[in-house]
């Protein structure tokens, strides 16, 4: 089994995430906790040899020591295995594998108070009080501030990797919530404020992994999924209308590589993100998705990128399917549709959302958002299989005066309005300020 503990998270929750959008088969579901077992028991192994309060080791670029030989006890992997846990529970349930799911559901609450020991208390570690920092050294005990990167070192204390809450939205939550909700939401401030502090953010909405402090140019600043992924969706989960509106502006930016010729080759399509890229050379008006060449900056050569890397790709993707904002709650079609302040409209089709039996819905909905008629209208079909819908619209700038008695939600610098239990042959409603 692989320390890269972020690795076996992905692996084990999309193994969970396939049951489920697939009817719920109890036959395969058995299928996949026989494969699963063992890994519950590695899983098991781990956090109970484990020298701090049962997190689990990690070696990975997300634990911050990816060619290290040493272990991490990052905040990062042990979340999201909190997150895998409940998935298996979950499936083991449903398909009748009573002790697996006891176990898993054992497994889960001990990692829950695991995760505990990763809140700053302020002196610990350098990030703030009520933050999550990075991860406990397994050479120490000492706080995981620092990285020790292919020999460079520079601080992760204030990096993406402190948002684990955007793994939720792989367990079926699009915004942040739950038994961490304040360190949440403290980690995505101090995230906000680093991000803010660099000139690109500001001017072209691009995203630094480490709020502008590492080595520059390459993995620890620039990377389109660990970095701008990651950041984008903790933007849109905490509905922080101004700044996800300036990441979706960095991602159309960072997304289209103008010196490709063979558009429709594969292995030179322009609308691929890159794993790496150059803001340097954006800035220059050159091709952001090449290095610096021989300017003595390690590593940094000729191109940074590794077009296509698929999990760089996912994380845009995910953050694109937050912006869709298509879920089934119960038996309920939900709406939550986030578009940016410079957005009029959005179209998306074959959209697919499984219901909680498993069973795939095809729907189409698309939103023109007619700001100056102060009115935001949906459009919608292939909805009939759900009992009702529930659209949330927007986002409007925050209302002071509620003239029209509409139920009313409050986010960061906007405000949205709900329609409930609509019939789900509904075609076309709008809502008006």
């Not at 998270?9 to 396939?18: E, K, M, P, T």
């Not at 008695?405 to 960061?412: D, P, W």
């Amino acid at each position: 089994m692989s320390y890269e503990l972020d690795g076996n998270v992905l692996i084990a929750s999309g193994i969970c995430q396939a049951w489920r959008v697939n009817g719920k088969n109890k036959k395969t579901g058995q299928e996949f906790c026989k494969g699963l077992e063992p890994v519950v028991e590695w899983i098991d192994k781990q956090m109970t040899g484990s020298p701090y309060f049962n997190l689990m080791p990690s070696i990975s670029e997300l634990s911050g020591n990816p060619s290290a030989s040493y272990f991490v006890y990052g905040i990062f992997g042990n979340y999201g295995m909190y997150i895998a846990l409940q998935q298996v529970k979950e499936m083991a349930a449903h398909c009748g594998q009573t002790a697996l799911a006891e176990k898993t559901s054992w497994l889960a609450e001990k990692m829950k108070q695991a995760l505990s020991h990763l809140i700053s208390d302020g002196k610990f570690s350098y990030a703030p009080q009520g933050c999550w920092f990075n991860g406990i050294d397994g050479r120490n005990g000492n706080a995981y501030d620092i990285s020790e990167w292919d020999g460079t070192a520079w601080p992760i204390w204030h990096w993406t990797r402190q948002l684990p809450f955007i793994q939720d939205y792989d367990n079926r939550v699009n915004r942040i919530s739950g038994d961490f909700l304040q360190p949440h939401k403290a980690s995505y401030e101090l995230l906000r404020q680093w991000m803010e502090k660099g000139e690109y953010f500001r001017k072209y909405g691009f995203v630094s992994n480490t709020g502008w402090t590492g080595m520059g140019g390459r993995h620890d600043e620039t990377m389109g999924g660990y970095g701008q992924g990651f950041f984008t969706q903790a933007a849109l989960m905490a509905d922080d209308i101004n700044v996800y509106s300036k990441c979706l502006e960095g991602i159309a930016r960072l997304g289209y590589d103008g010196g490709v010729v063979e558009q429709l080759s594969y292995e030179k399509n322009p609308f691929v993100m890159h794993e790496c890229f150059n803001f340097d050379n954006y800035e220059e008006a050159r091709d952001h998705t090449f290095g610096v060449n021989s300017k003595g900056r390690r590593e940094i050569m000729e191109n940074p990128g590794d077009e296509g890397n698929l999990v760089q790709e996912a994380e845009i993707i995910k953050a694109f399917s937050l912006v869709i904002g298509a879920e089934c709650v119960g038996k309920k079609l939900v709406l939550t549709p986030r578009l940016p302040w410079l957005w009029d409209g959005m179209e998306c089709r074959d959209i697919s959302v499984a219901d909680q039996d498993g069973n795939i819905h095809y729907i189409n909905f698309s939103v023109q958002h007619q700001r100056w008629l102060r009115n935001c209208k949906v459009t919608i079909s292939g909805a009939e299989g759900f009992d009702s819908i529930d659209i949330r619209f927007g986002p409007f700038p925050r209302m002071f005066k509620n003239t029209k008695g509409h139920e009313i939600e409050n986010s960061e610098k906007g405000c949205w309005i709900w329609k409930r239990n609509l019939k789900s042959n509904t075609k076309e409603i709008t809502a008006e300020l």
